[in-house]
Structures are given as structure tokens and as C-alpha cells.
């Protein structure tokens, strides 16, 4: 992913992804766009008569007992999609390699949904997080909006230290700005103080939510580099390690496993699908992966 300082402004950036990410996107997805982020709450819409190629979920069997044959639910799958993105900027979305930050990741995740959904016709717009509410843009269509939201999302402040951060008042802050029923994505690492996942499954019964997870490996093991400081991204609190020490990498291991199984736990808890985006992974592969684990979730209900 080309993350260099001469590709960071917006017609770079969504040059690049237009033609790195989003024709590559497109032909996996071959038009069926809708497939990224279809759940089971869309608005239903009519009945008509059962057709062989039709999901049985849908069967309204109530009506087809009156009329003596199948009849399904339609829902609006055509209608206007609005999107939201609720984007956590906390300092430790700066964490990764000089070139590859999760940062980096999130805007160019933003970059690509939003010039995906707006091509066809649909609005999108964000609420930013930092220390607090930073800034909201509206929800809007076209290519010089998504360069608009682009451009803002790269004229955020990098913090360098805040309070612990508490992802509830971004959720909640998504709560009071999104009035009609949308699809949000939560974009964030959810490095936050504990309870967030409550707002979070208000937000779902509300909206089709994704939460959208940004990782960085080395979140996860320590390398055996020697004596290294290791400095809190959140607080800037350092500490001095040493890392050839084998039994501090195993507790920094397990600490890193045990927070990988609570959060796991927190998200079915909220009852929302997650979508993994690593500083070193291949996005169109995450999106993809993604794709097909709720297509084949969808047919095995």
C-alpha cells in the first residue's frame, strides 16, 4: 500500500484507489456492491409469488396458507443507501510504521466504501473522534464529496496525548447525529476504557452496523529487538524493557490473547459483524474475506 508523503492528498489517494482497490473490488463484487454490508435489517417493502432461485427465509407463511402458494418478502434493497462513518482518531490510531499507520488504513478504508456507495448514487458522511467530537460531516453523494471527506480526514490533528479514550461518546455522538435509518461503519482499534459495547448494540437495533477493527501485528507479539522503551500511545506513559527477555514476550503475548478474547466477546455482545484491517495486510483480500464469511452466514440461516 503506497502510504508515501507525496500520495497523501486527496486526488492521490483516491486516484490510487480507484484503480489499486475499487476495480479490483468490482470485479470480485461483479456490480453486487450491496453484498459488502447486507444484513437482515433492511425495510420490507412487499410480497410477490415464490421463485426457485428465492432465499425460504423471506417465505411469508401466514400469507402463503391464505393463497394456497408461496409468497415472500421483498425488502428495499434498492433504495437509497445512507452511510455513516464513525472514525475513532485517538492517538493510537498513529501506531505502525512511518509508511503504514492504521491511520493510513482508515482513510483509505473511508476512501474506498465512500467512492464505492457514492458512484452509485448514494450519501455518505462522518463523524471524527478525538479527545471528543471533533468534527461531523454531512451526508452527501458525489466524487467531490468523498475528496471533501478525504481532505478533512487528513487535516485532523495527530494527538500525541489524551485521557484513556472512551469510545461510548463517539458511538454516542453517532446516536444523536443519525437520524434516519443508515449503515455505519465504527472504524476504529477500540483501545478504550470498558463499556462502549453498550452503545454499540443500541446503535445496531437502530442501524445496519459494521464495526470495522484496525490491528497492527506488532499490537500483538513483541519482537526480540533488545533493550527498547515502550511508550503508552494513548497517555505517553514509557516504560524501559527489555525484549530478549523470553517471559516478558510470553506476558505480553497472553495480555495481547486476552484482550483479542474480550473484545471478541464484547462484539457478540453488541451483536455486530467485525471486519479486520491490518497496517500489513492486502485490503481488497480483508473485504473480500469479508464478503463471503456474511454470504455464507446469510445462506446457512
Known amino acids: 500500500m503506497n502510504t508515501s508523503t507525496s500520495a497523501r492528498t486527496p486526488e492521490r489517494i483516491l486516484h490510487r484507489l480507484d484503480w489499486q482497490v475499487i476495480r479490483r473490488l468490482d470485479g ?12 437482515s435489517g433492511m425495510d420490507f417493502a412487499d410480497l410477490r409469488e415464490y421463485q426457485p432461485q428465492d432465499d425460504i427465509r423471506y417465505i411469508d407463511w401466514n400469507v402463503s396458507a391464505r393463497m ?14 445512507i452511510a455513516w462513518f464513525l472514525l475513532d482518531l485517538s492517538p493510537s490510531i498513529d501506531f505502525g510504521t512511518l509508511d503504514n499507520q492504521k491511520r493510513n488504513v482508515l482513510i483509505d478504508f473511508v476512501g474506498t466504501l465512500s467512492r464505492l456507495l457514492t458512484r452509485h448514487g448514494n450519501r ?12 461531523k460531516v454531512p451526508a452527501r453523494g458525489g466524487r467531490l464529496h468523498v475528496l471533501r471527506l478525504i481532505n478533512d480526514l487528513l487535516k485532523q490533528p495527530h494527538l500525541t496525548q489524551t485521557p484513556i479514550t472512551d469510545l461510548s461518546a463517539l458511538i454516542k455522538g453517532g446516536l444523536h447525529t443519525i437520524k434516519k435509518r443508515s449503515l455505519v461503519f465504527v472504524v476504529s482499534d477500540f483501545i478504550s476504557v470498558p463499556g462502549w459495547e453498550r452503545s454499540l448494540s443500541l ?28 511508550e503508552d500511545a494513548e497517555t505517553g506513559e514509557q516504560i524501559y524493557v527489555d525484549t530478549h527477555d523470553k517471559k516478558f514476550r510470553q506476558r505480553f503475548m497472553e495480555a495481547a490473547q486476552k484482550r483479542e ?31 463471503m464469511l456474511r454470504r455464507q452466514r446469510r445462506r446457512s440461516k
Open 124 to 135: 455518505v458522511g462522518a463523524v471524527m473522534f478525538g479527545s471528543g467530537i471533533q468534527h
Open 68 to 81: 394456497d402458494t408461496p409468497y415472500v418478502r421483498e425488502y428495499m434493497e434498492d433504495r437509497e443507501i
Open 261 to 291: 478474547a474480550e473484545l471478541s466477546e464484547a462484539f457478540k455482545r453488541a451483536g455486530v459483524d467485525v471486519l479486520s484491517l491490518s497496517t500489513e495486510a492486502d485490503l481488497i483480500h480483508a473485504i473480500a474475506s469479508f464478503v
Open 28 to 39: 470480485y463484487l461483479q456490480g453486487d456492491y450491496r453484498s459488502l454490508f447486507r444484513g
Open 203 to 230: 446503535l445496531s437495533q437502530r442501524h445496519e452496523v459494521i464495526a470495522i477493527r484496525l490491528v497492527d501485528p506488532r499490537e500483538l507479539t513483541l519482537p526480540d529487538v533488545g533493550h527498547v522503551i515502550l
